[in-house]
């Protein structure tokens, strides 16, 4: 083996090959782990980098898709096919009269108090009214004095004709026989005419019921001063009768539902005070014209009451049952947006984007309102709409969670 060094070289030479001092090794090695180095390091930044973009591209969708509001949604409810509104009404008398005395004088006595029920024609009251007396028995003594001067005017008459016949007499003392004669007549039909008038006066001094019916109130005692305002004074209601046996009952029909009352049409009476119980009344007249005010129509239902149950004045329930014209929807209070032009709700367009839509009201059930007119029965309404809310905002439906059967 030939073996020759250079030490300048450092490279030993064996049977002509050349091999590397072990000092040239140890530089490559030192080189291949600084590379690698550096490219774990650039790694690690680069790596670092794209994570750091990421993130914050991350966090300005999360950014973006928290500025869009979430807002929940409901669905309106199909209405019924035949509706029922119930509105309140006012119970009033069929018949309702105050009574007023038409002569004066003082009270004698009373034979009905409040609450007494009473038939037609039955006495009251009696008014003692020594006035009118005295004049009636003076107006009769004048009738008979009339008529006296009456029966002497006419044989009178017919003496002066019968003379006249013989030429006994002037045609001047006939005509004035006979002018005597008709004066005297006159007189006799003046007086009996004030006899009939004092006479009708005398007879109020009792006072009788117009009509069966109930007592409501009494406003006078005995010995009370009547006065019945003939003599410009204050007249004084007496007594308060009302027909109670059937009542009247007043509605304020809405504008909306007024195309379907007719006279024929059955209504249900519903009292607090008598839970669980309904009363029949029938529609019988309207006034035909809607209040400018509040937009009704005044509607007079007849309800039956032989048993005095029902109280005139009091208030009751009315439930009516009409034909649904037209398809309806209900929808919960706090969905409706109220604005001065009208009534609206926000509707959620293609899952995102809010619509406001007009709409018309039916009748308010308290939690709920019905929705005439604007809906087609498929739209997402906004549940709690914001006042800022405004048509064209994005929004995100939040999905509502279903519960267990067990948590419920």
Request: hydrophobic share 40%; proline share 5%; with cysteine.
């Amino acid at each position: 083996m030939e073996v020759s060094r250079n030490s300048k070289l450092g490279v030993v030479k064996r049977r002509g090959r050349c091999f590397a001092s072990p000092s040239t090794g140890a530089v490559a090695t030192r080189a291949v782990v600084l590379l690698l180095i550096v490219l774990v390091v650039a790694f690690v930044v680069i790596f670092g980098i794209l994570g750091r973009r990421k993130a914050n591209a991350q966090l300005a969708q999360e950014t973006r898709e928290l500025a869009i509001p979430t807002v929940a949604v409901v669905h309106p409810k199909l209405g019924a096919p035949q509706q029922e509104i119930i509105l309140p009404g006012n119970m009033q008398p069929y018949i309702d009269a105050p009574i007023y005395a038409r002569t004066n004088g003082y009270l004698k006595t009373w034979t009905a108090d409040m609450g007494a029920r009473v038939k037609a024609g039955q006495l009251l009251a009696e008014i003692d009214s020594p006035e009118v007396d005295q004049q009636l028995q003076q107006a009769r003594a004048d009738l008979a004095t009339a008529e006296v001067n009456l029966n002497l005017a006419e044989i009178t008459a017919r003496r002066y004709k019968d003379l006249m016949k013989t030429d006994s007499v002037a045609q001047q003392d006939v005509d004035n026989a006979t002018g005597s004669y008709d004066a005297r007549k006159s007189a006799v039909e003046s007086a009996r005419s004030n006899v009939k008038r004092l006479q009708d006066m005398q007879s109020f001094e009792k006072i009788y019921a117009p009509f069966d019916g109930l007592i409501t109130a009494r406003n006078t005692d005995i010995g009370a001063l009547i006065d019945s305002g003939s003599s410009g004074g204050t007249a004084r209601e007496l007594f308060h009768i009302a027909a109670v046996d059937r009542l009247r009952v007043f509605v304020n029909v809405p504008q909306v539902y007024s195309p379907k009352i007719k006279a024929g049409l059955k209504a249900g009476l519903t009292l607090t005070e008598y839970p669980g119980r309904q009363f029949e009344g029938t529609v019988v007249r309207d006034s035909g014209s809607i209040d400018n005010s509040t937009r009704t129509l005044l509607t007079e239902i007849d309800v039956n009451n032989p048993t005095g149950e029902l109280k005139p004045g009091g208030y009751v329930e009315v439930h009516l049952k009409m034909p649904s014209g037209v398809t309806t929807y209900t929808l919960p209070e706090n969905s409706i947006i109220y604005k001065s032009a009208g009534l609206q709700v926000a509707t959620v367009k293609d899952g995102k984007t809010i619509q406001l839509v007009s709409i018309s009201p039916g009748r308010d059930f308290g939690t709920e309102m019905e929705i005439v007119s604007g809906l087609k029965g498929d739209e997402s309404v906004l549940s709690n709409p914001p006042d800022s809310i405004a048509d064209g905002q994005t929004v995100r439906i939040i999905q509502p969670e279903t519960l267990p059967e067990a948590k419920r």
